[in-house]
């Protein structure tokens, strides 16, 4: 494909679900266009910064200077295709076709952030989230009359997108990331013995959904599981030790998760809250992991019973884990499935098929 693209996102640094995910997709762009420029923006606003901005119809972060920075760039040079990597860049997308309309937008919803937020909303009482839900509508609403494509995850995402924009998705493009695995990944020891002690991994940001699954466990689960020990790491779970118990190892904020899932012999992913897919699983069944988790970690994701044990109460956690009725260690099925259908290759060709327009 020879062409030009703008990427255009927030700051993508850090070593978490979502930053791999996003890294994973500008790959896939710069190996399908000729030249893919990228503009990000930071939220160092402060507190009143983001609310003043918010009210104006930005988020994430996104100002007016940013917005202003992007008109500049496309008056000087046109390119084939602007690539939003949120669908809360609408007033942008409006901005960009009221003043260029040849210029063609894909955009890709990580998740509905309608619902996103809503989930939220059910755990916080902050009242700007109020706010935040009325301009994440109306951002929605904008990139669905604006953008010449949109990307959704799942089936339940493009029902979603259809119900409350009356856009159709015009593709459904699972998680994707590039594969981080190796043989040194694998365990060098075999699974804990039947009676012996084993290990769960919970891999996760300190955002309000990851948060909200660790307590709920912590509360009811971990007391009644039996010769086990549960790993928690990811950024910023540093700050919730008050967590910690007998059972539960608070680690937080690591350099690389390859050592931690190498030594688990499960992973726990007890979601109730957010929307979209859960970069975790996909990250987890890289590493060749049984994943004991809600349904909700496992929206979108096919071949499940292959790599995963669905859990809809502590009772179904606390049985599974107990009982020891799955694969411990290394799981060839969850990595097959991995590089079948979520792998950089897998989904490439997809997306350059949806973009050929």
């Known amino acids: 494909m020879s062409s030009t693209c703008l990427y255009i996102n927030f700051d993508l640094d850090g070593n978490y679900g979502g930053g791999k995910y996003n890294r994973t997709i500008l790959d896939i762009l710069k190996e399908l266009f000729s030249v893919v420029d990228t503009m990000s923006f930071t939220a160092d606003g402060g507190r009143l910064g983001l609310l003043r901005n918010t009210l104006k119809g930005y988020l994430n972060g996104m100002d007016a200077d940013f917005a202003r920075a992007v008109a500049t760039r496309l008056d000087k040079r ?19 076709k009221g003043r260029h309309p040849e210029t063609r937008i894909c955009t890709l919803f990580n998740n509905i ?7 939220q909303l059910s755990v916080s009482t902050k009242p700007q989230l109020l706010l935040t839900l009325a301009a994440t509508y109306c951002s929605e609403r904008n990139i669905a009359r604006h953008s010449d494509r949109t990307i959704v995850l799942s089936e339940r995402e493009a029902r979603e997108l259809k119900r409350l924009y009356g856009r159709q998705a015009d593709a459904i493009i699972p998680i994707t990331l590039k594969d981080e695995f190796d ?11 039947k009676n012996g002690m084993q290990t769960g991994l919970f891999v996760g940001s300190s955002f309000y959904a990851n948060v909200h699954a660790v307590e709920w466990f912590a509360k009811n689960v971990a007391p009644q599981l039996k010769d086990t020990k549960i790993i928690v790491v990811g950024k910023g779970f540093e700050r919730e030790r008050r967590l910690q118990t007998d059972v ?8 690389s ?7 688990a012999d499960f992973v726990i992913a007890p979601i109730f809250k957010g929307a979209g897919m859960k970069v975790k699983t996909a990250e987890a069944m890289m590493y060749g992991k049984t994943i ?9 994701y096919s071949e499940v019973g292959k790599y995963g044990v669905i859990c809809r109460s502590a009772e179904d956690f ?40």
């Open 257 to 263: 998760v390859a050592e931690y899932y190498k030594e």
């Open 183 to 193: 043989e040194s990944c694998k365990p060098t020891s075999p699974p804990a013995a």
């Open 318 to 357: 606390a049985s599974a884990i107990n009982g020891r009725a799955f694969h411990a260690g290394f799981n060839a099925a969850a990595r097959g499935c991995f590089l079948r259908h979520y792998s950089y290759e897998s989904v490439k060709g997809q997306i350059a098929e949806l973009l050929n327009f």
């Open 113 to 119: 952030e309608l619902n996103f937020i809503k989930s």
């Open 78 to 96: 046109r390119y084939d295709l602007v690539f939003l990597a949120s669908s809360n860049f609408g007033k942008l997308a409006k901005a960009i």
């Open 292 to 300: 004991i988790g809600t349904p909700e970690a496992f929206e979108g």
């Open 248 to 255: 539960m190892r608070i680690v937080g904020t690591v350099d």
